[in-house]
C-alpha cells in the first residue's frame, strides 16, 4: 500500500493483530490487504498525526493564520498564546459535540410532537409509564389526561429547552442540591444549548475571549446544556417512544450478518428511523418480497450507537463499533448500509464501490458524495422505511463472493437506570440501597464508566477490554455505552455466566445474587446521562455522601475520537466525576508551566478537582488509567470513612461457595451446610 496519501508518513504498517484485538476485524483486515482497498486502519498507519494540531499548538481561527507554534512561548500573529489556542480549540470541540447531541435531542423532541398530534406514521407512545413520569418531573398536569395530551406538552416544554436565553433549563434540575448550588456559584448553570453553543463560537472568534480559564469555564457551561439538557432529553423521549431498556438477550460482531439473508445495517445515531426500519423489517409484505429476490429473509443489525438503541430495546443484533463500519462492507454482504447522522466515514463510499454494497443516506443534514439519498421524514417515517429496505432487497441480486467472519458473541445490554433501580430492590421496593450498601461494605470497591469510541491510531478495542477485565478483576462494577460496550459485548463480558469467573470475590457475590453480568450495558453515547442519573439516586438514597463528587467512581473514554467525547467528559467532570480520556491529548502542547505541569491541562486536573470535585485527565498508558481509578476509588472511599478495599472478606458466599461445598465429602457438605452439630 502506498504511503504517498498525505500528511507525514509512518514508517510502519501494522498486521492485522496488531491493528486490532477482535478476530473478525483482524481477518476482514486481511482481506482489504488481499483486495488492496484502504480502511482507517491502513489510512492510520500511512498517515500519522500532526505533531502540532495534535496536541493544542494550531490555531486557525482567522485569515492571518493558519498560526503553528513550534516553539516554547511563541504566539500567533494576533499575539495569542498556546494556553489560549489550546482553550479556544477545545471549547470549539466541546460546543461541536454539544451540538451533535443535542440537535439529535431537539428531533426526538420535534418526533414527540408529531407523535403526540397523530402526524407521525407508524410511531406510538411506548412507554406512558415514563412520560407520565417525567412529565410530572416538571408539574405537567398528568391525572385524567390521555396520553397525547401529556406528550404534547412534554414536548412543547422539551423543544422551548434548547432556546432557552435566561435561566436554567428545567432538566438541570434533576441535579443533586448541593452540584445545583455550586453551578450557581460558578456563573456556570446551563442555559440553553443553542444560547451555550453560540456563545461559545462567539467567544472564540478572533479577538474575543483570550484568557485560557475563563474560555474552559464557559466550556462546562455548554457541556452541562448537553449533558443535563440536550442528551437527556433524548434519552428521555427515546425512552418514551420506543420503551424504557430492559436486559434481553442480543449478540455482537460481524458473525451476526447471514449469508443467506437480505443484510441490511443501519448506522448512525438517531432511534427514530432505524426503529422505523426494524418495524419494516417484520412487515410480511417485506418478508415475502425477501423472498421472492431468492432470500431467506431480511437480516437487519446496527454500527454505532444507532446499533445500541436497537440492540438494547428489540435485541437486533450489532454488527460492530465504530471501526467496524467499512470492515462490515469487505465482507462483501450487506446490501444496504443505511446512515443518519453522526460517526460515519466519508471512505464507506469509495470502499462500497468495490462491492455491490448500497450506502444510503437519510438525514436532511447528511450527504455523502456518491451515496444514494433517501431522505427520512418522520410523518411518512414506515413508507420510507419500507423504500429504503425495497433498495436493498433489489439490490441482493448483485452480491458477489461473501466472506463473514464466523465470530459473535452473546450479551445482556438494556440497564437503563430504571432498570437497575427494580432489579435491585424488586418490584415492590424498587431502590438503590442494596447498590449504595455492596459498595459501603466494601463486596463493590467502586464504579467505573467505560465508555467512548475506537480509534484506529489505538490497537481496536485492546483498552477497552483490558480496562474492564482489570477492574472486574479489583472489585469494580463497570457499566458502559457506545462502542466501549461493543467492545466489551465482543469480549463476553456482557453476559451473565462467561464473565463472572474473572471477576474479583466481592463483585462476583452481588452479581450472583442480584443475577446481572458485572458490566452493564447502559445503552448509546447520549444515555451517559443514565450514569448522572444513577449517581444522582446514588447520592439520595444515603450513606455515600451528598453530591456526585463523592461517589467512588470514575468514567475512562480509553479509545475516544469524536468530540462528542469531549463533550460528555467534560460534563462529567463538571459533575463530579473523575474523568480520564486515552489516546490523542488536545492539550499536551507547551503552554505556559504552572507548577510541574502545564496551564490548561493543569485547571482542567487539579483546578477543576478544586471547583467541581471532577476532573479531567489524559493518560496515555491504560495501566497508569487502571493505578489511577483505583487510587481515586480507594481516596473517596476513605473520604466517607468506609472500611478500605479488602478483596479477602468475600467469596465465601453465593454460588462460589455453594459450589464448593457440593464438592465435600458428606460430613463436611453437612457441617458447612447445617453447622457443626448438624453433623455431630
Ligand atoms: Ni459515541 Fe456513538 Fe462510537 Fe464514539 Fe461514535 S458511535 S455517540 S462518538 S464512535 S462511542
Ligand atoms: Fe493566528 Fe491569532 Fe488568527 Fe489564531 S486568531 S490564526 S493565532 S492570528
Known sequence: MADDEGGIPRKKRRTPAEASIDPAAQEMLAVADQLGVTTAFSRADTMAPCPIGSVGMCCDLCGMGPCRMTKDGMTGICGATVDTIQARNFIRAVAAGSAAHSDHGRDMAFTLKAVANGEAEGYVIR??????????????????????????????????????????????????????????????????????????????????????????????????????????????????????????????????????????????????????????????????????????????????????????????????????????????????????????????????????????????????????????????????????????????????????????????????????????????????????????????????????????????????????????????????????????????????????????????????????????????????????TVLTQMVDEGGLGDDIDEVPAVGIAPEWMSEKALSIATYCAASGAYVMMGGSNPVKGKGEKVADSLLVAEHMSSGWEEIYGGKLEFVEDPREMIRRTLDHIDKKRAALGLPAYDPSRFGKSGDARLREIEALPFEERQAALYGQSAAS
Open 127 to 532: 412507554d406512558i409509564a415514563k412520560l407520565r413520569n417525567v412529565a410530572a418531573l416538571y408539574g405537567i398536569p398528568i391525572e385524567d389526561r390521555p396520553p397525547q395530551e401529556i406528550a404534547n406538552d412534554l414536548a412543547d416544554l422539551y423543544i422551548a429547552q434548547f432556546g432557552q436565553q435566561r435561566g436554567s433549563i428545567v432538566t438541570a434540575a434533576r441535579a443533586p442540591e448541593k452540584r445545583k448550588k455550586l453551578w450557581k456559584e460558578q456563573g456556570v448553570v446551563p442555559r440553553g444549548v443553542d444560547r451555550e453553543v453560540v456563545e461559545a463560537l462567539h467567544r472564540t472568534h478572533m479577538g474575543d475571549d483570550q484568557e485560557a480559564i475563563h474560555i474552559l469555564q464557559h466550556a462546562v457551561r455548554t457541556a452541562l446544556a448537553d449533558g443535563w439538557g440536550g442528551s437527556m432529553i433524548a434519552t428521555d423521549i427515546s425512552d418514551i417512544l420506543f420503551g424504557t431498556p430492559a436486559p434481553l438477550l442480543g449478540e455482537a460482531n460481524l458473525g451476526v450478518l447471514k449469508h443467506d439473508m437480505v443484510n441490511v445495517i443501519v448506522h448512525g445515531h438517531e432511534p427514530t428511523l432505524s426503529q422505523m426500519v426494524v418495524a419494516a423489517s417484520q412487515d410480511p409484505e417485506m418478508i415475502e418480497y425477501a423472498r421472492a429476490a431468492g432470500s431467506q429473509g431480511i437480516n437487519l443489525s446496527g454500527i454505532c450507537c444507532t446499533a445500541n438503541e436497537i440492540l438494547m430495546r428489540q435485541g437486533i443484533p450489532a454488527a460492530g463499533n465504530f471501526l467496524q463500519q467499512e470492515l462490515a462492507i469487505l465482507t462483501g454482504s450487506v446490501e444496504a448500509m443505511v446512515v443518519d447522522v453522526q460517526c460515519i466515514m466519508q471512505g464507506l463510499v469509495a470502499l462500497a464501490e468495490n462491492f455491490h454494497t448500497k450506502i444510503i443516506t437519510t438525514s436532511p443534514k447528511v450527504r455523502i458524495k456518491g451515496a444514494t439519498h433517501i431522505e427520512f421524514d418522520e410523518h411518512h417515517a414506515l413508507t420510507i422505511a419500507k423504500n429504503i429496505l425495497k433498495e436493498a432487497i433489489d439490490n441482493y441480486a448483485n452480491r458477489g463472493s461473501v466472506n463473514i467472519p464466523d465470530y459473535k458473541n452473546s450479551l445482556i445490554p438494556g440497564f437503563s437506570h430504571e432498570y437497575i433501580n427494580y432489579m435491585l430492590g424488586g418490584s415492590y421496593r424498587a431502590s438503590f440501597r442494596p447498590l449504595n450498601d455492596a459498595i459501603m461494605s466494601g463486596r463493590i470497591r467502586g464504579v467505573a464508566a467505560i465508555v467512548g469510541c475506537t480509534n484506529p491510531r489505538i490497537q481496536h478495542d485492546a483498552y477497552h477490554t483490558t480496562l474492564t477485565a482489570e477492574l472486574l478483576k479489583q472489585d469494580v462494577l463497570v457499566v458502559e455505552t457506545g462502542c466501549s460496550a461493543i467492545a466489551n459485548a465482543k469480549l463476553g463480558f456482557l453476559l451473565g455466566d462467561a464473565g463472572i469467573d474473572r471477576v474479583g470475590p466481592g463483585l462476583r457475590e452481588v452479581c450472583e445474587t442480584v443475577g446481572i453480568p458485572p458490566v452493564l450495558h447502559m445503552g448509546s453515547c447520549v444515555d451517559n446521562t443514565r450514569i448522572l
